[in-house]
C-alpha cells in the first residue's frame, strides 16, 4: 500500500510516501519512496523535493495556499519525469494521513476523516489555533485533489498523552474551569515519544509493560515525557507546546504572573506578551543570538560567547529538571532516549543534560556519546550506569504511515 503523509503548518506542507502494510510493518520493512517541503506558503515558496537515493530538488515559485502546494506535490509525484517506484498517478496512492496537532479529549486514538472527525477537530481550533486550521486546510486539500474514495486519517499528537492521570493533566485552579473550558494539561509531540517508546523496546527486546522510561525530544521545539509501563504519564508540555522545556523560541515553565506584569510595565497586549513568550524567547531570547541550537554551540566554541552560554546552560537545567522530576513519580526508571534535531546530533548537550547525575545511576560513555551522530540509535551510557541513555531517532511519519495502514485495514490493535 503507498500512503501519502501531510503535515501542514501554518506557512508550510511536508509531505512523504511510504510503501508499507502489515507485513511491512511487522518485519520493519516499510520503504520510504518520497519526501518533500514546502515553505513559505502565500509568497515567494520554497520547494525541496527529494526522491530516496536520488538528489534533492530545489526551486522557488510562489504558492498561494495548502491547495496550491497540495496540487503542486502531486504534479510533481505523478509526472513521468519524477519516477518514484510504483507511482504513476493518483490511483497509485492507496491511503493518505495527516497529523493533527490537537484532538483535545475527544481523540485519543488515530482514526478515519469523516464528516464527524473533521467536525471534531474543528471543535478544537480554539485549543490550537494555530495548528488545527492548517491541519484541516491539508484534509480539505486532499479530499478535493484525491475525491472521497481515498480514505483519509488522522494521527494526533495528543493522543499519546491521553493516558496522564487526571492528577497530572490538571492544573491546580478551580476545577470548574476544567469541567467548562477543558483547561488542562494536554501534551504534544505524542507521535515522537510513542515511536521513540516503541523502538526503544525493539532495540532493547522489552515488552510494553517493562517499558519504563523517560523521552527526550529536542528539536526547536521541545518536550519530556515519562513512559511507564509503556504509556505517557507525564509530558512537559501542557493546555498548549509553550509549557515546559526551555525551546528554540519558547520560554517553556514561567510563573503566570509575568504576563500581565509585563502587559502592564510595556503597555502592551496579551497577545504581544505571548508573542514574546512564543516567538522571542527560549535560547534566542537568552543568546540574543540565534535558536538554532547548533549556531550557538558554534558561538560557544569560537567565541566564548557568555549569554549563548548562559542559554545552553538554561537549556540542560531545564531538562535535568523534568528527568529528576520523573524519575521521582515514576519510581522507576530503565532508560533515557535523547531524540530530535539536537537530542540525535549534539554529543554535547546530552553530555551537559547528564552531568551530575551519577548519583542517580546515570553514566555516559564519552566515546560512545561522540559517535552517535547523524541518525544513529544506539546506547550511549557506560556498561555500569544503572539508568540506560540511548539515542533513538524519532520517525513520525513513519507513524503516520503505519496509523493510517493500521485504520484503514480496520486492524483494531495499534501496530506496537
Ligand atoms: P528539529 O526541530 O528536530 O528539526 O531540530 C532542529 C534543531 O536541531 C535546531 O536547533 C538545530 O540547530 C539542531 N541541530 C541539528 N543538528 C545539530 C548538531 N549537529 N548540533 C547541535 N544542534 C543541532
Given at each position: 500500500m503507498n500512503v501519502i503523509v501531510f503535515n501542514c503548518g501554518s506557512s508550510s506542507m511536508k509531505f512523504q510516501i511510504i510503501e508499507t502494510d502489515?507485513?511491512?510493518?511487522?518485519?520493519?520493512?516499510?520503504?520510504?519512496?518520497?519526501?518533500?517541503?514546502?515553505?513559505?506558503?502565500?509568497?515567494?515558496?520554497?520547494?525541496?523535493?527529494?526522491?530516496?537515493g536520488k538528489p534533492t530538488v530545489k526551486e522557488a515559485l510562489p504558492l498561494r495556499d495548502h491547495r496550491a502546494a497540495l496540487n503542486y506535490i502531486m504534479k510533481w509525484v505523478t509526472s513521468d519525469e519524477t519516477e518514484i517506484?510504483?507511482?504513476?498517478?493518483?490511483?497509485d496512492i492507496h491511503a493518505i494521513g495527516h497529523r493533527v496537532v490537537h484532538g483535545g479529549e475527544k481523540f485519543k486514538s488515530s482514526c478515519?476523516?469523516?464528516?464527524?472527525?473533521?467536525?471534531?477537530?474543528?471543535?478544537c481550533i480554539d485549543l490550537a489555533p494555530l495548528h488545527n486550521p492548517a491541519n484541516l486546510k491539508g484534509i480539505y486539500a486532499a479530499r478535493e485533489i484525491f475525491g472521497p474514495s481515498v480514505p483519509q486519517v488522522a494521527v494526533f499528537d495528543t493522543?499519546?498523552?491521553?493516558t496522564m492521570p487526571e492528577s497530572v493533566y490538571l492544573y491546580a485552579i478551580p476545577y470548574q474551569l476544567y469541567r467548562r473550558f477543558k483547561i488542562r494539561?494536554?501534551?504534544?509531540h505524542g507521535t515522537s515519544h510513542r515511536y521513540i517508546a516503541y523502538r526503544y523496546r525493539v532495540l532493547t527486546n522489552t515488552n510494553r509493560e517493562n517499558c519504563n522510561i523517560i523521552t527526550l525530544h529536542?528539536?526547536?521545539?521541545?518536550?519530556?515525557?515519562?513512559?511507564?509501563?509503556?504509556?505517557?504519564?507525564a509530558t512537559s508540555m501542557g493546555f498548549t507546546p509553550l509549557e515546559g522545556l526551555v525551546m528554540g523560541t519558547r520560554c517553556g515553565d514561567i510563573d503566570p504572573t509575568v504576563i500581565e506584569y509585563l502587559a502592564h510595565k510595556e503597555g502592551s497586549s496579551v497577545d504581544e506578551v505571548f508573542s514574546i513568550l512564543n516567538k522571542r524567547s527560549g535560547v534566542l531570547g537568552i543568546s540574543g543570538l540565534t535558536n538554532d541550537m547548533r549556531?550557538?554551540?558554534e558561538e560557544i566554541e569560537e567565541h566564548q560567547d557568555r549569554r549563548?552560554?548562559?542559554?545552553?546552560?538554561?537549556?540542560?537545567?531545564?531538562?535535568?529538571?523534568?528527568?529528576?522530576?520523573y524519575i521521582a513519580s515514576m519510581n522507576c526508571c530503565d532508560a533515557i532516549c535523547f531524540s530530535a534535531g539536537i537530542g540525535e546530533n549534539s554529543a554535547k548537550i546530552r553530555e551537559r543534560t547528564c552531568e551530575n547525575l551519577d548519583f542517580l545511576g546515570i553514566k555516559l560513555d564519552p566515546k560512545l556519546n561522540k559517535q552517535a551522530v547523524g541518525g544513529k540509535e544506539m546506547r550511549i551510557s557506560s556498561e555500569d550506569s544503572k539508568i540506560a541513555v540511548y539515542v533513538i531517532p524519532t520517525n513520525e511519519e513513519l507513524v503516520f504511515a503505519r496509523d493510517t495502514v493500521r485504520v484503514v485495514l480496520n486492524i483494531p490493535k495499534p501496530w506496537h
Amino acid at each position: 500500500m503507498n500512503v501519502i503523509v501531510f503535515n501542514c503548518g501554518s506557512s508550510s506542507m511536508k509531505f512523504q510516501i511510504i510503501e508499507t502494510d502489515m507485513e511491512k510493518i511487522e518485519s520493519d520493512k516499510d520503504v520510504m519512496l518520497a519526501k518533500g517541503l514546502i515553505e513559505r506558503l502565500g509568497s515567494q515558496s520554497l520547494v525541496t523535493f527529494q526522491i530516496e537515493g536520488k538528489p534533492t530538488v530545489k526551486e522557488a515559485l510562489p504558492l498561494r495556499d495548502h491547495r496550491a502546494a497540495l496540487n503542486y506535490i502531486m504534479k510533481w509525484v505523478t509526472s513521468d519525469e519524477t519516477e518514484i517506484p510504483g507511482i504513476n498517478g493518483l490511483e497509485d496512492i492507496h491511503a493518505i494521513g495527516h497529523r493533527v496537532v490537537h484532538g483535545g479529549e475527544k481523540f485519543k486514538s488515530s482514526c478515519r476523516i469523516d464528516n464527524e472527525v473533521i467536525q471534531g477537530i474543528e471543535d478544537c481550533i480554539d485549543l490550537a489555533p494555530l495548528h488545527n486550521p492548517a491541519n484541516l486546510k491539508g484534509i480539505y486539500a486532499a479530499r478535493e485533489i484525491f475525491g472521497p474514495s481515498v480514505p483519509q486519517v488522522a494521527v494526533f499528537d495528543t493522543a499519546f498523552h491521553s493516558t496522564m492521570p487526571e492528577s497530572v493533566y490538571l492544573y491546580a485552579i478551580p476545577y470548574q474551569l476544567y469541567r467548562r473550558f477543558k483547561i488542562r494539561k494536554y501534551g504534544f509531540h505524542g507521535t515522537s515519544h510513542r515511536y521513540i517508546a516503541y523502538r526503544y523496546r525493539v532495540l532493547t527486546n522489552t515488552n510494553r509493560e517493562n517499558c519504563n522510561i523517560i523521552t527526550l525530544h529536542l528539536g526547536n521545539g521541545s518536550s519530556a515525557c515519562a513512559i511507564k509501563a509503556g504509556n505517557s504519564i507525564a509530558t512537559s508540555m501542557g493546555f498548549t507546546p509553550l509549557e515546559g522545556l526551555v525551546m528554540g523560541t519558547r520560554c517553556g515553565d514561567i510563573d503566570p504572573t509575568v504576563i500581565e506584569y509585563l502587559a502592564h510595565k510595556e503597555g502592551s497586549s496579551v497577545d504581544e506578551v505571548f508573542s514574546i513568550l512564543n516567538k522571542r524567547s527560549g535560547v534566542l531570547g537568552i543568546s540574543g543570538l540565534t535558536n538554532d541550537m547548533r549556531d550557538l554551540l558554534e558561538e560557544i566554541e569560537e567565541h566564548q560567547d557568555r549569554r549563548a552560554k548562559l542559554a545552553v546552560d538554561m537549556f540542560c537545567e531545564r531538562i535535568k529538571k523534568y528527568i529528576g522530576a520523573y524519575i521521582a513519580s515514576m519510581n522507576c526508571c530503565d532508560a533515557i532516549c535523547f531524540s530530535a534535531g539536537i537530542g540525535e546530533n549534539s554529543a554535547k548537550i546530552r553530555e551537559r543534560t547528564c552531568e551530575n547525575l551519577d548519583f542517580l545511576g546515570i553514566k555516559l560513555d564519552p566515546k560512545l556519546n561522540k559517535q552517535a551522530v547523524g541518525g544513529k540509535e544506539m546506547r550511549i551510557s557506560s556498561e555500569d550506569s544503572k539508568i540506560a541513555v540511548y539515542v533513538i531517532p524519532t520517525n513520525e511519519e513513519l507513524v503516520f504511515a503505519r496509523d493510517t495502514v493500521r485504520v484503514v485495514l480496520n486492524i483494531p490493535k495499534p501496530w506496537h
